[in-house]
């Protein structure tokens, strides 16, 4: 599986506040798009926050806490091999606080079903938290854009 690309973390990336504390969520960011490329879920666990929601771009169920997450990506994984998600931020920003940051961008997803190609976009937005150690995302919230197939 192709990973994605890994450009140095920020490039391209509008950084507001302290910019040391804006690289380092958008190094969180690019570990987390790898740790989706990879499938390795102790990486994804460890870019979430305990109590962290996801709210998916379509239709989709309200994904609250980190285990339910790590559930659902294992059964995405399984049930979609050939799966890949990618968020690319164009705006990080941290609060006054060092505390708080919020990240918007787009994102992007791709699969195989039934010989078909399917492709969706759209926007996201992300609240991350710097927990004394890291910093962890707390909630997600994804709009769906366009779809192809």
Known sequence: MARPSRTAPGSDVQMLGDKLAARA??????????????RNMDSIAAVLAEAVTLVPGDDAVLIEGREAQLQAWQSIFTNMPDVTY???PSRIEIGEDGELAAESGRWRGAWSSEGFSIRYTGRYFAK????????????????TLKRQS
């Open 25 to 38: 969520v958008a190094a969180a960011r690019s570990d987390f798009n790898a740790a989706l490329a990879d």
């Open 86 to 88: 990618v968020r690319a």
């Open 128 to 143: 991350w938290r710097f927990d004394g150690l890291r910093w962890v995302i707390e909630a997600e919230v994804f709009v």
